[in-house]
């Protein structure tokens, strides 16, 4: 908790004061990834779907989310319903780790992870 104060002074020399209590928060927003479930197998087109959520201290609306796969940035959203589809014949079959980032209107961010296997068959 922060205390301000003010005192203002007239052409008389007299004052008045004023002191305020405030709480400044630095909460940042949140970030759950709805679909597909942590752990999941995966092949072809995939719509990574999650849900933010705003900061609680300043209700920021979030401005845009990245989509990263084993850390390189591979798509981004920046509408509701947030989804962002990743192909994933683009990548190596085998164990993934997805990361969604979050950013709101006065850039504070928040992170979530998951892990996904790829398991794309070859054509025939």
Known sequence: MHVI????FDDAGKSASARHAVTVSNAPP????DSPADGAVVEGEVPIQFTPA??????SPIEH???FV???KVGLDSVSPWSI???TTLLANGPHTIRVDVYDEYRASASTTQ????N???NP
């Open 54 to 59: 705003p900061s609680p201290s300043t209700q």
């Open 65 to 67: 989310a990245d989509l």
């Open 70 to 72: 084993d850390d390189h």
């Open 30 to 33: 949140s970030v759950v990834i």
């Open 120 to 122: 794309n068959h070859p």
């Open 5 to 8: 104060g003010v005192t203002v």
């Open 115 to 118: 892990a996904l296997t790829v």
């Open 85 to 87: 589809r990743l192909d």
